[in-house]
């Protein structure tokens, strides 16, 4: 188990620093931030001036050793576009929003998907199956920005039960939570139901009803612990993509997310910060990967890590 | 009688018809006696065997009439609750292939308590005692030990002797035993079958054995009931069955048995393919693949008839004779 846990984090180090070594240069290929941040008419002493100050006069591979020097250091740079604040204090103000609002919709997106998946598998064919699947073809063509401008047209702006956006108070949770919830929940049901039906005819289920097992149990002791497998990989990897990539939900909102701090980095070729955010969603990533290993290694003895 | 079945059917509605899978099956089976059922795949064994848990998969399968006495109590009558007692409690099945029968996500000890807890309300210490005794007594050596293994850290042998000890955990009346050794090889085949011989006479539990494989049918079963397309064609005692076949289905089938003395070089089959249970011809289904057939075999259904004590077929050619020969006796 250790050794597995190491090697996994070996990998985890290296697939970061590649991940960050080519997104150093790709940003670079974007353009010269420098002409983000100075009205047309000034001179190009001036901007030189400013590359100079922020370093970009250096060679790239110099530019890329001190990357990676600062990075040592636990130091992502400073943002070009917030002046004078660093990356890790933009980061910081941002990713506990990000975590709270891909955790509520990963919870409630579970809470809907799972049982409606497993009954749409053992109803199959029926009523209840079609309302299951009509919901999550719904939940998963339904594009976010539409979803939220509903919400918030109805909710909002006629009930006025919910605000219209910003994160102040539990309250302002619930709709973009919805929104994106509903958007998660559809493959992870769809997920659901087929790897039900799968398990749902296996002997062991057989044997299970054969043993005098009651119905509930055969569902969920017996098959949906072997149906589990897929979904659990499926839902930490929509999850960690969640964390930094809401970007239409926390836009609709007015969240203040990674996904939002990411987009106008993009859009203003703010490098640090744009890598400083990639690290941090790259390592999210990475860590929900690892535990979806361990969670196998529980519902699948088959698998073990030991080697 | 531990076991009555009388004209048990079961249905499969599918999208192409309604498939007739047990067509009016009957019989009958004692405490302490083996009933071999035995018939090509696709004959309707598996699924009679299902129905007597009714445990046929609805909502295409139902179980359409008929009935099932078990110690005299009409098991088609009893409620899913009342059916479920009976479960793993007075009948039990085992499944033909041990390594997907059991559950991957369990330990064995999980696996085989989950049975006791069920039935005898047994938990704890209790619990733990009983579930080494019945591991034990399928032969399973060290079986503490074996308690935390799970089912791919075990021999295919030994998983079906797991799937034994499940069955045998709370000391059923009925066991049906589902082709439990298709797919272990000769020698574990041939210690199971012992096993299950020497466990029925200590239970004295009546066992009907589902396979194809005539050679365990001889050495294991009183009786036999050879099935096609659904129904029963032939039964009787092992030896009138072997000795005496009177179905030529069966007479077919006993031809296939490669045999010592024979010095035919190839393997015998039944020749031509079973019939699909969704359109079967209006007279004798296996009228298409006789080679004894006559005009009135693609007519008309035969009625049973009795060729010698207990023995009784579906055929024309023993309804005639044996209509004529009955006042003569």
Redesign the interface.
Known sequence: MRRFVLARLAQAVVSIFVLITVLFFLVRLTGDPVERMIPPQVTEEVANDLKRAYGLDKPLIVQYGVFLGGLATGDLGTSLYFRGRTVSELLSLRILPSLELSVFSMLFALLIALPLGVYAAKYRG?GSDYVARIFSILGGAAPSFLVGLVMLRIFSVQLQWFPTGGREGLLSVVLPTFTLGWFVSAGIMRLTRSSMLESLY???V?????????ESVVIWK?AF??AALPVITYATVIFAAVIGGAIVTEYVFAWPGLGSLLIRAVIQRDFPVIQGAVILIGSAFVLCNFLADLAYAW????IRYTR | MLLEVEDLRVQFHTRRGVVKAVDGVSFSLDRGETLGLVGESGSGKSVSCMAL?R?VEA?AGRIVGGSVRLDGEELLDLSEREM??????QI??I???PL???????TVGNQVA??IR??QGLRGRALRDSVVEILSQVGIPQAERRLKQ?P?QMSGGMRQRV?GA??LSCRPSLLIADEPTTSLDATVQAQYLRLLSELQQEFRFGMIFVTHDLGIVARLCDRVAVMYAGRIVETGSTRQIFNEPAHPYAKALLATLPSLESRKKRLLTVSGQPPLAIDLPPGCSFAPRCPEVMDVCREEFPGEATTGDLHRVLCWLHSASAEMSLPAR
């Open positions: 029926r296996g002997d062991y057989k044997l299970a009803r054969i043993k005098g097992v009651r017996h612990k072997n519902i699948n003895p088959k | 848990m445990l909502p479920r007692q009976i479960r793993g409690g039990s099945l499944l033909q292939d997907s029968s059991l559950n991957p996500g369990y989950e049975a069920i039935h799970y791919h799937a499940i069955a």
